[in-house]
């Protein structure tokens, strides 16, 4: 799978921004996503791996085991274990049992063909009777390095893998873990990986930027679940977008954005019709939405999956979202939906540029992403927040992520309510800070792209067409 580079330097002192990484037992969704994000920042899965490795043999060293039995999956956990028999074959009398499951991951692979060249004894593994042939070896070795499963393990542990660990298990030598222990194996020590995915961890440094954490990139789109061909109809969810009055656009390029974002059925409320064919117009009784418009409006809400207030409706609507947001489930607020008191869904996303975050809380955010992230997680706003900028900051009060894509282009009229649309597409599946830390990136991605042919003669609409290609474009492309 091509990784798309990361371009623009971040335009802050990124030695200030430490206190935004995440210290707490990671995931390894997220752990997968910050690896995506490194290499999209110049760091190859190679070389992230010889550090992971290298990591390992230093702590496999702390042991000064004279015969040392190293277990490789095939996997990266594998390859990890094979890096470090790499470096101490000096060491120790080193072997290596790795496991042939005949799909090795291609860095792995790569490890394996450096390692022959090594004086290190590598011995195939494919079932489980090939391991009872070496039984000598378990109980000879003064230390077992357990690289069978790291962040990539699911499930039961299936053969020949489960005999090894309970060999590993039998054995009287400590098993050192590579970045976490694989199912079932008892550990002495584990030797984690830029972040502890378990309890009890010793955590490495394998030189991940810190961008990779804080930025979002392309690691962000792996959360995207694949979309089944033969899926049935409906699971794109429905999103109901309640807007314009004064203006008339920007409901439909909400809704458009929407259901190029993967939504399946898209309702506009507003008292405007635009043809769109593709979107349902759902009337207002007047020229603005009111009192009067709420029971068409509260059944609507109750049956989508996310509902987007604001674009376009003007200052004279907000009573109608307030008690519209009691009956929504999911709910996504920008634009004029951005006033106090604040309406709140039982999960909410607010979509603020800088001259509606001061609105809401008073307080101008600042300039700098570290001040806008400050102003974001100390205001009392009950929901996540996409604040808005030539970086953006997502925050759901405990996380904190930056968003550089997009161009000044894209300050053209729309971009915001383009931006909503797909926020609102993306919940139906992820979490608000999900939805908004991969909606940001993806309409900021577009813009890059559209500012490539339109220039400054963008439009919002533009954007649009482009926001498929940058959210599924792995699927377009084939893993
Ligand atoms: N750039 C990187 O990706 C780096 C990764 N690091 C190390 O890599 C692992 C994660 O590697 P991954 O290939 O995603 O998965 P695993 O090696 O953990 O395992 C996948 C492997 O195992 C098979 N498998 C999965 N579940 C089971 C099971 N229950 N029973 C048997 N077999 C199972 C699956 O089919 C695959 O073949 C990470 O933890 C790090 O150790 C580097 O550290 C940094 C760079
Ligand atoms: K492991």
């Known amino acids: 799978m091509t990784i798309h580079m990361q371009h623009q330097p971040f335009p802050d ?6 206190e935004y990484a995440c210290l707490d037992l990671i995931t390894p969704e997220e752990m997968r996503r910050i690896d995506h994000n490194a290499q999209s920042l110049g760091i ?21 085991a004279g015969i040392v039995l190293i277990l490789c999956g095939s996997g990266n956990n594998g390859g990890d274990g094979l890096v470090a028999a790499r470096h101490m074959s000096r060491e120790a009398e080193v072997t290596v049992l790795w496991y042939d499951s005949g799909h090795q991951t291609r860095s792995t692979r790569r490890q394996l063909e450096r390692l022959s060249h090594c004086d290190v004894r590598s011995i195939r593994f494919r079932c489980r009777e090939d391991l009872l042939h070496h039984l000598d070896i378990f109980s000879k070795a003064d230390l077992i390095v357990d690289a069978l499963l790291g962040t990539g393990g699911a499930g039961t542990v299936r053969e020949p893998l489960k005999t090894c660990i309970d060999l590993a298990n039998q054995s009287q030598a400590p098993v050192l873990c590579a970045d976490l222990p694989s199912p079932g194996i008892i550990p002495d020590r584990i030797c984690a990986f830029h972040r502890p995915k378990v309890k009890d961890s010793e955590v490495y440094d394998i030189g991940i930027p810190i961008l990779a954490e804080i930025g979002t990139g392309p690691g962000d789109l792996l959360l995207m679940q694949e979309r089944k ?20 656009g920007a409901p439909w390029l909400s809704g458009l954005a929407a259901l190029r974002a993967g939504a399946d059925i898209v309702r506009i409320v507003t ?24 029971d068409t409006i509260i059944p609507l809400c109750d049956r989508s999956d996310v509902v987007l ?12 979202i307030l008690t519209c947001s009691e009956h929504v489930k999911k709910g996504v607020f920008d634009a004029d939906s951005l ?37 974001v997680r100390n205001s009392d706003i009950p929901g996540t927040v996409l604040l808005k900028g030539p970086v953006d900051v997502i925050s759901d009060t405990k996380r904190i992520r930056f968003n550089q894509t997009g161009t000044p282009a894209m300050t053209t009229g729309g971009t915001g309510d383009v931006l909503a649309g797909v926020c609102a597409a993306l919940m ?26 339109h220039g400054y003669g963008m439009t919002a609409r533009d954007l649009i067409p482009a926001i498929p290609q940058v959210l599924f474009r792995r699927t377009l492309e084939g893993e």
């Open 428 to 453: 139906v599946h992820l979490s608000a800070f999900d939805a908004a830390c991969i909606g940001a990136y993806a309409t900021g991605c577009a813009g890059e792209m559209i500012t490539n042919t």
């Open 13 to 18: 002192d990124l030695t200030r921004y430490s």
């Open 229 to 248: 061909q033969n899926v049935h109809k409906g699971v794109g969810g429905e999103i109901l977008v309640i807007g314009g009055g004064p203006y008339q």
């Open 271 to 294: 008292p405007h019709y635009l043809p769109e064919p593709d979107l349902i117009h759902i009337p207002t009784s007047g020229d603005t939405i009111t009192q009067n418009d709420l």
């Open 339 to 375: 006033r106090t008191p604040l309406p709140h869904a039982h999960e909410s996303l607010y979509t603020p540029h800088t001259g509606e975050f001061t609105r809401i809380t008073g307080r101008d955010p600042g300039l700098t992403p570290y001040d806008r992230a400050h102003a």
């Open 44 to 64: 190859s899965g190679l070389e992230l791996m010889e550090s992971a490795g290298t990591a390992l043999s230093l702590v496999a060293q702390e042991y000064h």
């Open 309 to 320: 207030c604001g674009p376009g409706l003007g200052p004279d609507a907000h009573e109608v």
